[in-house]
């Protein structure tokens, strides 16, 4: 088998480094070791589904953490499975010729679409433009056409950035605009490359899109809360917390509860796989997890660094924390409550008899 | 002089409710504000000291009565006695919304007329019924966050909140509702006790009222 894969694929990927990747994906999809010789087989089989990539509204940050994942061979290994067909990031056709490569496979293949970056839907979508159409446009003509998609990192699943209150472009994520396709989210700010990689090789093994949770996440990623799963749980059992950054329980590794970690809010998969192949991930270097798997996590997940949101008062202008304006509304119940008491006792005394003797 | 008669009012299920809710309600504030915003640090590693945990544990021990004292309420909401089922406290009668008015203008000092009433006057029965609404809320929150990897809590957690932090802010904020109501639920008890010789309080421990005979 493993002469096979050297036949089909780029030779710069050696067997050992292609078996990790595809060891790792399996890992990371909680799958059998029985199963890694299948997802090998799948992997390196001269097909390679053709993919469409799509960038829209973003900062390419997916992209880039995946081509510059420290474990080159990962990178390397998503590149080599899929035949990439369209990616304005990678690709080498420009101009006319990215069009034309662009609508050959649309009109004349299967594929897989990958979308990344929201897609702005006011004043006719005009916030986003690639060649000459919008970003909605585009969309509408490439999705009914793929045989799934997938949208990676938070802007193409929910918005991500952008669908920040008061959203002025109107971004929308891939599933509020495309309903009758399958749809594999894939949030993260960026994603870890692995529930990417995963996700393609669970679809070229098996044929069909993995398990998902009511977000359209895939369980194996996305199934369980950071903050089940953390190194530093412990600390939060046994009550040792950072008061604030760069104190002596921040330096001892305590759990960051207290400076607003969102890792009881937040599912993924950060705390098994980490990230760069170098076990890191946002707690383990010690700042908060953010919860930027989560929809519309700008306006939900903010104050980082703080547990709650605040309560923002509409009409107003009043933004406060939820527990003071909690004590002050309690306040004023107990004052209402005193108030009520005196008036009822100053008429008791004014007229001086109760009406029941 | 007026007579007084002892009249049942109460069931032993009513009055278990009432303990249950009373009681899960002071706890779970107390230990959710510690889950919230933990006021011990420690620094001292490898004891048998959880307190965290322990909140936690009280915290979910206590939902669980919340939740429990929940299904009675909706249990003697349907099938209780003439004061406990909801239609007793649902301004849709004549009596009862004449009640409802001659009992704000009671509260406010307008009016001294205090209507016979066995069971809740109806303002206090709305109260209790949005409380009730705020609880589910609460529950449904509750067990969202607790198990959020179980499909059933997921989908409705999902479809009512759209993530865990929403939730949890809700859940948060709708604790203030429960301080808020206990503080003037208890205070027009006490107001009620002296102004009507009725045996308010010990009802919720006897079961009984005193009515004018």
Not at chain 1, 209 to 214: A, F, G
Not at chain 2, 166 to 191: K, Q, S
């Amino acid at each position: 088998m493993a002469d096979t894969v050297n036949t089909h694929l780029d030779p710069q990927l050696n067997r050992r480094g292609f078996l990790k990747g595809v060891t790792m994906a399996a890992a990371a999809l909680g799958l059998s070791e029985a199963m890694i010789p299948k997802m090998v087989e799948a992997a390196a089989s001269g097909e390679r589904p053709r993919v469409i990539w799509l960038h829209f509204q973003e900062c390419t940050g997916c992209t880039e953490s995946l081509l510059r994942s420290s474990h080159p061979d990962l990178a390397r290994l998503i590149l080599d499975i899929i035949s990439l067909d369209y990616h304005e990031t990678v690709m080498a056709a420009a101009g006319h010729q990215a069009e034309h490569n662009l609508h050959e496979t649309v009109n004349n293949h299967p594929f897989l679409l990958v979308v990344e970056g929201a897609i702005p839907t006011k004043d006719n979508g005009i916030h986003c433009m690639i060649a000459g159409k919008t970003a909605m446009e585009i969309l509408a003509e490439v999705a009914p056409k793929a045989s799934a998609i997938i949208a990676i990192g938070t802007c193409a699943t929910f918005g991500g950035v952008q669908a920040a209150a008061p959203n002025p472009t109107g971004a929308v994520g891939v599933w509020d605009l495309v309903k009758d396709k399958p749809i594999v989210n894939i949030p993260g700010c960026p994603p870890n490359p692995v529930s990417f990689l995963g996700t393609i090789l669970h679809y070229l093994t098996f044929n069909r899109l993995p398990l998902m949770d009511k977000l359209n996440r895939p369980l194996f990623a996305y199934g369980r809360r950071i903050h089940d799963h953390c190194e530093r749980r412990a600390h939060f059992d046994e009550g040792r917390f950072v008061e604030q950054f760069g104190d002596e329980a921040h330096q001892m590794g305590y759990c960051l509860y207290k400076v607003g970690c969102k890792g009881p809010e937040t599912f993924s998969n950060c705390p098994a796989v980490r990230f760069n192949g170098v076990e890191v991930w946002p707690v383990s270097v010690g700042h908060g997890c953010i919860g930027c798997t989560e929809p519309n996590f700008w306006d939900t997940m903010t104050p980082f660094y703080d547990r709650l949101p605040q309560v923002k008062i509409p009409g107003t202008g009043i933004v406060e924390d939820a527990d003071n304006i909690g004590k002050k509304v309690l306040g004023v119940t107990a004052a209402a409550i005193g108030v009520h008491a005196a008036v009822g006792i100053g008429k008791g005394l004014i007229k001086g008899k109760s009406s029941h003797e | 002089m007026a007579t007084y008669e002892k009249k049942k009012c109460w069931s032993v299920l009513f009055r278990l409710f009432h303990w249950m809710y009373a009681l899960s309600i002071v706890t779970l504030c107390i230990t959710g504000f510690y889950i919230n915003g933990p006021w011990t640090n420690t620094m001292i590693e490898g004891s048998a000291s959880f307190p965290m945990a322990f909140a936690r544990f009280i915290y979910f021990t206590a939902g669980y009565v919340f939740a429990g004292a929940i299904i009675i309420r909706t249990f003697l909401y349907i099938f209780g006695n003439k004061q406990e089922r909801v239609w007793d406290i649902l301004p849709i009668t004549p009596r009862n919304i004449k009640n409802l008015f001659s009992t704000i203008l009671r509260y406010a000092y307008i009016s001294e007329n205090h209507e016979v009433r066995l069971g809740h006057n109806v303002l206090a029965g709305l109260t209790y019924l949005f409380t009730f609404v705020v609880a589910i809320f609460m529950i449904i929150s509750g067990f969202f966050m607790l198990f959020p990897e179980v499909a059933t809590w997921q989908g409705i957690g999902t479809a009512v909140f759209g993530n865990q932090q929403w939730g949890r802010y809700l859940h948060h904020l709708l604790m203030w509702w429960f301080m808020m109501f206990a503080l003037i639920h208890v205070y027009l008890c006490i107001w009620n006790d002296v102004k009507e010789p009725e045996g308010i309080i010990s009802s919720i421990f006897t079961g009984d009222k005193f009515l004018h005979k």
